[in-house]
T-cell receptor, first 113, second 116 residues
Framework: IAGITQAPTSQILAAGRRMTLRCTQD?????MYWYRQDLGLGLRLIHY???????GKGEVPDGYSVSRANTDDFPLTLASAVPSQTSVYFC????????????FGPGTRLTVL | AQSVAQPEDQVNVAEGNPLTVKCTYS??????LFWYVQYPNRGLQFLLK??????LVKGSYGFEAEFNKSQTSFHLKKPSALVSDSALYFC??????????????FGSGTRLSIRP
């Protein structure tokens, strides 16, 4: 059982380029989340999805978009990357929106130059 | 709006001594409170949560946390620290309810370092 997988593990990206971070879970969880982790700021929620077909904005959604076409996949897209998006990105899931034990992926380290 | 604060960036404890990692919160109504741990180059792992009931909550790896409503605190504790407890610890809070507005908010994290 893999749990949550994220790809790529790390990426260096030129500013202005488009990038999609992939997230897949095999636990059939309904809720999924994208966070960014920055030193001194902890984790901040970018976007979330309560269930397949629905998405919502978190604390810091600007510059990011998500889709949830099915239960397992929740990709995060940076349409035109900027240096301030340099961060470690974590995908997470939980059984349902109200079930607060979240399971986290290993993270993607993204550097935008 | 809810918020959570971890006043210490780093806590240093000798192995075998008790440890405390502090957390205070602000939320409307009765809070849902959580602790997560992050080991190097890994995602966060759930440790424990308080929803209601006994103010002392027991979790994974021998950790426990005490909910104190009057002090709006939810400090993480362990009676005897292990070197393997060295990691980054996050407190989190959520307002009760299941609306999409009720999101979990994480603190900035406290790095716990246990010296042999």
């Amino acid at each position: 059982i893999a749990g949550i997988t994220q790809a790529p593990t790390s990426q260096i990206l030129a500013a202005g380029r488009r990038m999609t971070l992939r997230c897949t879970q095999d636990m059939r969880h309904n809720a999924m989340y994208w966070y960014r982790q920055d030193l001194g700021l902890g984790l901040r929620l970018i976007h979330y999805s309560n269930t397949a077909g629905t998405t919502g904005k978190g604390e810091v959604p600007d510059g990011y978009s998500v889709s949830r076409a099915n239960t397992d996949d929740f990709p995060l897209t940076l349409a035109s990357a900027v240096p301030s998006q340099t961060s470690v990105y974590f995908c997470a899931s939980s059984v349902s929106w109200g079930d607060d034990e979240q399971f986290f992926g290993p993270g993607t380290r993204l550097t935008v130059l | 709006a809810q918020s959570v604060a971890q006043p210490e960036d780093q806590v240093n404890v000798a192995e075998g001594n008790p440890l405390t990692v502090k957390c205070t919160y602000s939320v409307s109504g009765n809070p849902y409170l959580f602790w997560y741990v992050q080991y190097p180059n890994r995602g966060l792992q759930f440790l424990l949560k308080y929803i209601t009931g006994d103010n002392l909550v027991k979790g994974s790896y021998g950790f426990e946390a005490e909910f104190n409503k009057s002090q709006t605190s939810f400090h993480l504790k362990k009676p005897s620290a292990l070197v393997s407890d060295s990691a980054l610890y996050f407190c989190a809070v959520r307002e009760p309810g299941y609306s999409s507005a009720s999101k979990i908010i994480f603190g900035s994290g406290t790095r716990l370092s246990i010296r042999p």
